[in-house]
Structures are given as C-alpha cells and as structure tokens.
C-alpha cells in the first residue's frame, strides 16, 4: 500500500515539475522584465563604432530607429497583432536611405539592387518570402502577400514580381533605389577586387581585406509579441554589396535569416548570410528551447557568441519570446538596435557598450 502511494507521489512530483516553464527570468541584461506586449528591431550589424560616426548620422540612425519602434508599439498597445506590429516597423526603415533595405538597398555586382523580405507568424509557422525583387517599394508587403493570398511560401524574380503587381503592391521604378553612397560602395569593392582577386578567393579576400572588415550588414528586422501572446518575426535587405547573380542570402530563408514560433520564440537575423544559412541560425535558437529546455537568452547567446563565431559569421540577431523576454546578441562591433516594451519608453542602442 505505501509502495503504491509513494510511486504515486512520486509521478505527481514529476509531471509538476515537467510543466514548469523553462527559466525566463534572466534572458538578456537589457530585458529581464516581463511584459504584456513587446517590439524588437535591428537596423543591421557590422563594424559599427563610435569613433566613425558623426554626431548628426548617430542622431540621425537613433531618431529612425525610435520612429519604427513607436510605429510597431502604436499597433500593440492599440491591440493590433504582432504580425501589423513588425510590418509597420520594417516598412518605416525600408521607406529610410539609412538601412540596407527597400529605399538604402545596396548594390549588386552588376550595379542593381535585388531586394530580399520574409515574414512569419508565430501562431501556426505561417510564412512568406521573396527574392531578388526590383520594383517593389516595400519588400516586406511582398512577402506577407505571398504568406496570406497564395498558397506558397517563397517566390523568387520575375514571378514574384509578377505577383507583386497582380497583389496591387506598390512599385516604382528600380531608379527609386539608387543612392549615391551605396554605388560608391560597390565602386570600391569592385575596385579592391580588381587588384586582388588574381591572387586570392572572394572569401579569402573578404576575410583581408579592411573595407571587407568595415562591412557594415544593413538590413532590418523586427519581431514582436503581441496582447493575445502572439509572435512574428520580419526581416527585409538589399542582400550583400557586390553579390553576384541569382545570390540569396539567409534572410527569405524560413529557419535561417527569418522564424517565429509560440512554442519557443521570433527572430531576426543580420549578417554574413552564408554563414547564417549554414547555421540555420532561426530555427536552431527555437530548437535548442524546444529541445534543450534553454532560455531565449542561453539559446540566442549559443548560436551568435559560440556556433557563428567558430564559424567566422559576423552579425547578431533580434529575438522575442511568448513572456514579452528580449535577447539581442551579436558577435560584431555593433548593431543598430531597440525595444520597447509595454508602458515603457523605447530604448535605441548603437555600440557594445550598451549605448
Ligand atoms: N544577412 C544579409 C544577407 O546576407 C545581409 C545583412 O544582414 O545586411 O543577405
């Protein structure tokens, strides 16, 4: 008879213990709190430090990176869902010649700018992407379009575009993304290839040289948790300078650049995409949760501070799961970066150190 009532104590203590949530507490030093609702953004990773930066261009990126962070929070708080939320902040950095996506897009090696979106909704792993787009203003528009009226996920060139205009999305002509600063960019590289390429392989080049070094991963992303507890996760780029024909990096690729999950969390990822890809850097954070029963923070910190590095993957991303915790780790010199949580003020970081 005691055996039996102590087995029975015994699998009650067990499964108490198994539906326990994984330790949330302390998931990055920036956000510990908890929160009814809440909005990530990164604004690209890279070499990013204080000393190159002009006070104007500082206040100029802190001042953009606020205005998308108030557009994804004014949908939250008026209990809007986190997929609105991250489409309303991505749009307002796409719509900025600062970020490498939509209107600051870069360059590819054959001077055109070939613009890459995905998006993903936490609730049931519904997503959508497109590659190597042209004429379609907001990239991002693309890829909720292809998620929510077609029944595909990822549509890549002139099909997509051709969606793109059957989806009456709005679309200018490829002139609207040039920028003088991101031609001169490509002029450089192609000018360093010229001289170097002879001698060594593209990745052997880009890891010598310093304006390789200097790279600077434009692209944005947002990811968010809405009042219902529901995420999503959206990222949109330019893609790489100087990236040849057909390239697609990590972020239309649902796992790698772009994920989100109720069950474990969102991402955004930037940086070197060849490595995120290799990395499958979305869906291994998720996983290690999942599977590892780590917290966002411990599982974020894995894949950018310890499997990336290794690796030689510079970048970081932005990640947000179902308690409102916030992790942004990245492995380069800086990322533009911010949060805004609920009944809090946005907070906007550039630098390692916090600021
Ligand atoms: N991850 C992007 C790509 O490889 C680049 C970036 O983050 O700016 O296409």
């Not at 499997?307 to 799961?321: H, P, Y």
């Amino acid at each position: 008879m005691n055996k039996i009532f102590l087995s029975f104590l015994s699998i009650l203590i067990i499964s108490w213990s198994c539906s326990q949530p994984a330790d949330n507490q302390s998931v990055s030093e920036e956000t510990t709190t908890q929160s009814e609702f809440a909005l990530a953004i990164h604004g690209g990773a890279g070499t990013i430090k204080r000393e190159n930066m002009s006070e104007e261009q500082e206040a100029e990126y802190r001042a953009k990176l606020k205005e998308a962070l108030d557009a994804g929070y004014t949908v939250l708080e008026s209990g809007g869902e986190a997929l609105d939320a991250v489409i309303a902040a991505v749009k307002v950095m796409e719509d900025s010649p600062l970020f490498n996506a939509g209107k600051g897009a870069v360059f590819t090696n054959e001077g055109k700018n070939e613009m890459d979106a995905a998006i993903m909704d936490g609730r049931d792993r519904n997503a959508g992407a497109v590659a190597g787009l042209t004429t379609v203003k907001n990239p991002i528009t693309a890829a909720r379009a292809v998620m929510e009226n077609s029944p595909h996920v990822f549509m890549t060139g002139a099909g997509a575009e051709q969606f793109a205009v059957e989806q009456d999305l709005e679309l200018v002509s490829p002139d609207y993304f040039f920028t003088d600063f991101r031609f001169q960019q490509l002029e450089k590289i192609r000018e360093t290839e010229k001289t170097q390429l002879d001698h060594s392989s593209l990745l052997e080049l880009e890891l010598q040289d310093p304006f390789f070094k200097d790279r600077k991963f434009g692209t944005v992303g947002a990811v968010a948790l809405d009042k219902n507890g529901n995420i999503a996760a959206a990222t949109s780029t330019g893609g790489m300078t100087n990236k040849r024909y057909g390239r697609v990096g990590d972020v239309p690729i649902i796992g790698a650049g772009t994920y989100a999950d109720n069950a474990t969390c969102a991402v955004s990822a930037t940086g070197h995409g060849e490595f995120f890809i290799r990395t499958v850097v979305g869906h291994e954070i998720a996983s290690q949760m999942r599977y590892g029963n780590k917290s966002l923070k411990d599982a974020a910190n894995d894949v950018v501070m310890k499997q990336l590095v290794e690796m030689g993957g510079s970048g970081g991303i932005i990640s947000i799961d179902r308690m409102g915790n916030i992790a942004m780790p990245f492995n380069s010199e800086g990322m533009y970066r911010g949060y805004r949580k609920a009944d809090q003020e946005a907070q906007v970081f550039i630098y390692k150190d916090q600021n």
